[in-house]
């Protein structure tokens, strides 16, 4: 016959209990706190960090593109995936933390609307992402395996996906995924490890999207009149001694590395740029000069056929990049590669400070 406890005996075990939690440092076992089995005592422990009335509710992107929560699955996620906090609403029912639902793409966002007072604007919230990845070397892989530059990240190619609604603690969280308007498919967030490779170059293939990392070396060049492309003829008077430094596209070679955000960036925007200038210039000038060279703002001219005047070319793309988008003229070489039509088909971009490489032809 097994041996009862005395009801003293209990009550100097109770006290004994009591007086070791409140030692500083001294953290009770579990099971010696509630009663039951460990289920129940975390799960009281759970609930009782809750409020019993929620009524905020956090906004979160979900970085591999991944819809993680379904109608048949619904439940805590790892926070490594995901974000951070992108913008807080109210709550404007009545719902307790056992509330949880989700959406699929198909179905939108307009249900959600009928929980919370707001959702956030779409380029406000795709802003907060890209301010904060873009200075880092995370990039946007679209559905197709494209990379997309952080400089096209807006509503226009994009909108925000908010799949679920769930109570997690104090707070109900609406997670969601970054969808490529055209294809209606989730995007990306590629954030590589801080150890791995970087490249110093980047080739963008504009007419096909595609960024490529790889190496490249630097040659001289010097000034030249448009109808001949020599650098050995035709010199611009004046200029017979000058030279500079430009890239040597013929060495490109592709190889095995992460493409830092910058050179992604910087090579979308002078495609945007060069475009542009390289349309300005008479058609004869186009299919003679379809190359545009960061180095040559130094004292590259063209003469303007039939106007006897004189154009330059690539200050002020150099001043655009510099002024608005933050790219220096001397932390970059890059070169642009046009057609006889005006466009822009190839933009290779050098990190200079990577590369390590200075202007060693240049003689101002």
Same mark, same amino acid.
């Given at each position: 016959m097994k041996k009862t406890k005395s009801i003293l005996e209990k009550g100097i075990a109770v006290i004994i209990l009591i007086t070791l939690t409140s030692? !500083?440092?001294?953290?009770?076992? =579990?099971?010696?706190?509630? *009663?039951?089995n460990m289920n129940n005592a975390q799960k009281w422990e759970r609930d009782s960090k809750r409020k019993a009335d929620v009524t905020t509710a956090g906004f979160y992107i979900q970085v591999n593109g991944e819809i993680m929560d379904t109608k048949e699955d619904i439940s805590s996620r790892d926070v490594i995936d995901f974000t951070g906090i992108i913008a807080k609403t109210n709550i404007i029912q009545k719902l307790d933390y056992n509330f949880k639902k989700a959406w699929t793409?198909?179905?939108?966002? !307009? %249900?959600?609307?009928?929980?919370?007072?707001?959702?956030? &604007?779409?380029?406000?919230?795709?802003?907060?992402?890209?301010?904060?990845? @873009?200075?880092? #070397?995370?990039?946007? $892989? @679209? @559905?197709?395996? =494209?990379?997309?530059p952080w400089i096209n990240m807006? @509503? =226009?190619?994009?909108?925000?996906?908010?799949?679920v609604l769930k109570c997690e603690d104090d707070l109900f969280h609406i997670d969601g995924v970054i969808v490529d308007c055209a294809t209606n498919k989730e995007v990306q967030i590629v954030i590589p490890d801080k150890n791995a490779k970087r490249a110093t170059c980047v080739e963008y293939n504009v007419k096909i999207g595609t960024f490529t990392p790889g190496i490249m070396e630097i040659k001289a060049n010097r000034p030249h009149s448009y109808w001949d492309g020599s650098n050995d003829s035709?010199?611009?008077?004046?200029?017979?001694?000058? *030279?500079?430094?430009?890239?040597n596209e013929d060495t490109f070679e592709p190889i095995d590395a992460i493409i830092p955000s910058t050179l992604i960036n910087t090579a979308t925007v002078v495609a945007k740029l060069a475009t542009a200038r390289l349309t300005e210039l008479d058609s004869n000038l186009q299919k003679e000069y379809g190359r545009i060279d960061s180095q040559a703002y130094k004292q590259e001219y063209i003469k303007r056929t039939g106007s006897g005047?004189?154009?330059?070319?690539?200050?002020?793309?150099? %001043?655009?990049?510099?002024?608005?988008?933050?790219?220096? =003229? &001397?932390?970059?070489?890059?070169?642009?590669?046009? #057609? !006889?039509?005006?466009?822009?088909?190839?933009?290779?971009?050098? &990190? $200079?400070?990577?590369?390590?490489?200075?202007?060693?032809f240049d003689n101002e």
């Open positions: 030692i !500083s440092g001294y953290s009770a076992p =579990k099971e010696n706190l509630y *009663w039951g793409i198909e179905q939108g966002n !307009s %249900e959600l609307q009928n929980y919370v007072a707001e959702l956030p &604007d779409i380029d406000n919230a795709l802003k907060v992402v890209v301010d904060k990845y @873009s200075g880092t #070397d995370a990039f946007i $892989r @679209s @559905s197709n395996g =494209k990379i997309v807006n @509503s =226009k190619y994009y909108y925000i996906h908010w799949y035709e010199i611009i008077e004046g200029f017979n001694e000058v *030279w500079y430094t430009v890239l005047g004189t154009l330059y070319v690539t200050p002020f793309i150099a %001043e655009m990049l510099k002024n608005k988008y933050n790219v220096y =003229k &001397d932390n970059y070489i890059w070169l642009a590669m046009g #057609d !006889s039509y005006g466009n822009i088909e190839k933009v290779y971009v050098m &990190d $200079r400070n990577m590369a390590e490489i200075n202007n060693i």
